[in-house]
Every structure is written in C-alpha cells, then in structure tokens.
C-alpha cells in the first residue's frame, strides 16, 4: 500500500488525541483487541482523523505514566497502533500474581498461596490512555528517539531509537 503524504508540514507537530482513556474491547474473533470500543458514537471520527496521519504516539498507565513510545511512519497511525496494542514484547513485564480465570473454582489465599512474579505482559492489559501526536514526515523518527532517551528506565520499548541525519 503506498504512503500517504503527510498533511502537515515537514517539522511540525500536531497533538490529535491526548491522555485518552483506553477502552479495550475483544475483536469479534476473540483473538485480538480493539483499542477504541468500536461501537462508542465518537469512535469513526477518531479513527478516520488516526487513518490519515503518520506520527508519534504515547500509551501511558492507569498513574498516566509514559510505558511506551512509538511512531507510525509507514503504516498510518490507526494501524501502526492497532500493531502495537496486541504486539507481544519481551521488554514489557509487571510484578503480579497469576490469578485462575477459568475452569476453576476460587480458593482464597490462605488455602491457596499465589507468589507474585515477574510476568509478561501486552501492552493491552497494562495501557489506560493514549496520546496522539501527528508530526511531518522530516520530524517523527528524531522526535521518537527524543522521547526514548527522555524516559529511558520508564518505557518497556525494546530498541532505543538513534538520531537520523538530515541531509536536506
């Protein structure tokens, strides 16, 4: 699929959406999951806007801090988001206790002892709000890298991202 020119100029930075909270909503196939509820009235008009923009984006946790960092370069940001919500990363693991969800009948903890462990996570079960940045094309690789080194023991991003020349 071919790219679409951005719509803003080469070195500017236009926010969309910012530190909006995440509904997740499984895909009708149970597989994956939505990152806007599908069915919410607002919801074509945010993906519309998120279809034909390249950026950056930031997905933050329920505190509101930065957890990942990433750009839509490429794809638009709508798929490049869609991508990196249900992405499994290896960076990205919390300290939590594996509680049974099916087939089991609850046991409280004095009969069952459940150790908390460092566990793998998709950025879906941890993400509560999202920013969305639209940026001109000359600008989003340095401005992801800019962002990585600024919060570089918060982000569960696996690369750092270098800085490109520009040789404009």
Known sequence: M???PSRVS???IRPIIEFYPLTRTATSQNVKWHILDPKAPRMKLIRDELRSAHGIYVFYNSQCRAIYVGKADRL????ELKNAFNRKREAQTVWKVQHPQKG???????KKKRRIK???VVLH???S?????????KLIHNLEALLMRTFP??????????FKKDNT
């Not at 709000?129 to 094309?137: R, T």
């Not at 023991?153 to 270098?162: D, F, P, Q, V, W």
């Open 153 to 162: 023991n918060e982000l569960s991003n696996a690369k750092m991202e270098s």
């Open 125 to 127: 079960e941890i993400a």
């Open 2 to 4: 071919a790219r679409k």
């Open 10 to 12: 080469p070195h500017f």
């Open 129 to 137: 709000y999202l920013s969305v940045y639209e940026v001109g094309d």
């Open 76 to 79: 638009s940001l709508w798929s």
């Open 104 to 110: 089991k009948s609850f046991l409280p903890a004095y």
């Open 118 to 120: 460092e566990r793998q």
